[in-house]
């Protein structure tokens, strides 16, 4: 919903919304979970690249592929 939102409050200055999953990243404070925070930073930063206009209001993960709602 929030994303939803974000997409027509910001379409019109050609902002992309979208939200993304960062995975189950490996921290101080939880279990011990198979991404690392490096990996899941670097793989949103290439997702997040690649965007375009097509991707507005989609969910994706870390490594960029899509997840359904």
Known sequence: ???G???????RYRIIA?????GWV??????????L?????SG???AVDSLNVENIGKFYDYTGREVSW
């Open 26 to 35: 490996r921290t101080d404070m939880g279990n011990p979970a198979p991404v």
């Open 37 to 41: 925070p490096e990996d899941t930073a």
């Open 18 to 22: 979208i939200s993304m999953h960062p």
């Open 44 to 46: 949103i930063l290439r």
């Open 1 to 3: 919903m929030v994303t």
């Open 5 to 11: 939102i974000l997409v027509n409050d910001l379409i």
